[in-house]
């Protein structure tokens, strides 16, 4: 059993006005048998945080393109992306780039 | 497990960078991105020693990017340029009003000059007011005729020798497929141009230094570099389709992240056969500005909205020109086609 882990979100470039404006969010997720992914992290977004209109962030099992995301402030794009394994106090930010320049 | 920088190989990298794919530390992607965008100003010439540049600001990420690049720059490189904020206001409550806030913030920070000329005082029309009278339907095509001329206008009364805009590489190729898709010719082939060269009384010359530059690079640089930009979609804009040609483009970048810079390769080498019939341009009968027709699309669209037939400046029209022009009275059946019962 993995415990449960306490992450900080944070939605921002647009991103936050699906999570109610607001853009930082301290969640714990629950334990559950395997550790958790983003991929997994995105699946419990959509059913716990998303107000409205979840299509304008995520598309299938992933981002919506164009929703660039952070871990601890690096690219998810360098750290495995969908099977990063989150550890305890990670940070991830999403930051919309779908908003007018 | 930590990536490291490919460039310094010491520190953490931070970022992918989609054209090149190399994997950056926060100092060296500064660095590249910067020296990008001075390689795109030297190799195209953009300025001369002297010049005074205004650099339209919208508070948004990316002219928030453009205006402190272009003052590192404008520093590191000795241009010699005058530069200064220009804004525009167009009076939309709860987007623009609060978005200008962010340019007054960027003007302190960057000690640069403002200068924001509003729609109100230019056209007598606020967006507001706009809208009221069209409806939701076709309010972006007077937003942006009239804040291409606003814009001019601005530099004018500052006599600002170039105008320098925001526009990213996505918008160029967002640019490029919406033209396709439109089978509008003459605006396929001006619309990779950098520059533009003075076209005339009125106009002054605009370019884009962020051509070739990500849109997903100026995000993070404004994110590493904790830049104030604002970042709300405008309450009027649906914008349906740029929308669609983004999404579309979007979804491709994902799959192969050239495909950006591709498309504008294919922009920029089309040739347009001999023959195709393009727009002349000339002058505006009425106010100066440059039109391929009798009157320029802003007059149009302004005498429309001053005599309450919104529909004038939508759709062609071209006909009427004249009789506008002439202020001869239209008739009842024209007058019908124009009222905004079926906007």
């Known amino acids: 059993m993995a415990a449960p882990i306490a992450i900080h979100l944070e939605f921002g470039g647009g991103a936050e006005l699906l999570f109610g404006s607001v853009k930082e969010h301290h969640v714990t997720l629950p334990n559950q048998s395997e550790p958790w992914d983003m991929k997994q992290l995105l699946v419990w977004i959509r059913g716990n945080m998303l107000k409205e209109r979840p299509e304008l962030f995520v598309q299938g099992d992933t981002v919506r393109p164009g929703i660039l995301v952070l871990i601890n402030d690096a690219d998810w794009e360098l750290m495995g992306e969908l099977e990063y394994e989150l550890q305890d106090k990670d940070n991830v930010v999403f930051i919309s780039t779908l908003h007018g320049g | ?343």
């Open chain 2, 1 to 343: 497990m930590p990536v490291l920088c490919s460039s310094c190989a010491e520190k953490r990298a931070v970022l992918k960078r989609p054209k090149t794919a190399h994997s950056l530390c926060k100092e060296c992607f500064f660095w590249a991105f910067e020296e990008e965008v001075h390689q795109t100003i030297v190799s195209a010439q953009l300025f001369k020693h002297g010049e005074t540049v205004g650099i339209g600001a919208s508070g948004g990420k990316d002219s928030t990017v453009l205006a402190h690049v272009m003052k590192v720059l404008n520093e590191r490189y000795n241009y010699g340029l005058k530069l200064l904020l220009l804004s525009v206001d167009e009076g939309i409550t709860g987007y623009r009003d609060d978005s200008l806030e962010t340019v007054k913030r960027n003007q302190q920070q960057y000690e640069l000059p403002l200068k924001i000329v509003s729609y109100e005082e230019l056209y007598g029309w606020t967006m507001d007011a706009i809208v009221k009278q069209v409806g939701l339907k076709n309010n972006c095509t007077f937003c942006g005729v009239f804040r291409r001329q606003a814009l001019d206008r601005g530099a004018m009364m500052l006599k600002v020798d170039k105008i320098c805009t925001g526009h990213n590489a996505d918008d160029v190729a967002e640019t490029v497929l919406m033209n396709v898709l439109r089978g509008d010719i003459a605006r396929l082939r001006r619309c990779t141009a950098i520059s533009t060269a003075s076209e005339g009384e009125g106009v002054v010359p605009r370019c884009k230094p962020l051509k070739y530059a990500y849109e997903k690079e100026i995000v993070l640089y404004a994110y590493f570099k904790k830049l104030d930009y604002f970042s709300t979609e405008c309450i009027y804009s649906p914008n349906a389709y740029r929308g669609h040609a983004r999404t579309f483009l979007k979804d491709l970048e994902a799959v192969r992240p050239s495909a950006i810079m591709d498309v504008i390769h294919s922009g920029e080498n089309l040739s347009v056969r001999e023959g195709v019939k393009m727009p002349v341009q000339g002058t505006c009968g009425r106010c100066g500005y440059i039109s391929s027709q009798a009157l320029c699309k802003s007059c149009v669209l302004l005498e429309g909205l001053n005599r309450g037939l919104p529909r004038l400046g939508i759709g062609k029209h071209h006909r009427l020109h004249e009789k506008i022009l002439s202020q001869q009275p239209l008739t009842q059946k024209e007058e019908r086609k124009l009222k905004a019962v079926d906007f």
